[in-house]
């Protein structure tokens, strides 16, 4: 199972953290990762983790304003998300799941095809 909790609204220019709380399997994936979803498109990959490496991968239009971390003795990810824009606003999903392929292309963490997990999301509006 998967939590998410930290979405709100915030104006532009703010900052944001959300988090997922994992049981220890699900913690044990080897991808983790942050989605986002506005209503009529297709869910998007903002933000991945290659766990077994600790590799990360992002989103073109988030890089240098999210981040993500893994806090293992928690089983907790994050998202920090910083100089939030109103392009932004979505609900963010996290995900985990175990993809073969991300041994050899880690990337493949953010392509949210590859994941069966799901939290149940949490709304960021940025206005």
């Known amino acids: 199972q998967l939590v998410e909790s930290g979405g709100g609204s915030v104006q532009a220019g703010g900052s944001l953290r959300l988090s997922c709380a994992t049981s220890g399997a699900i913690y044990s994936s080897n991808c983790m990762g942050w989605f986002r979803q506005v209503p009529g498109k297709g869910r998007e990959g903002v933000a991945a983790i290659y766990t077994a490496g600790g590799s990360t991968y992002y989103a073109d239009p988030v890089k240098g304003r999210f981040a993500i971390a893994q806090d293992s003795a928690k089983n907790t990810l994050y998202l920090q998300m910083n100089r939030l824009k109103p392009e932004d606003t979505a609900t963010y999903y996290c995900?985990?799941?175990?993809?073969?392929?991300?041994?050899?292309?880690?990337?493949?963490?953010?392509?949210?095809?590859?994941?069966?997990?799901w939290g149940q999301g949490t709304q960021v509006t940025v206005s």
């Open positions: 995900a985990s799941d175990t993809v073969p392929l991300a041994a050899t292309y880690g990337g493949v963490c953010l392509d949210p095809r590859e994941y069966k997990r």
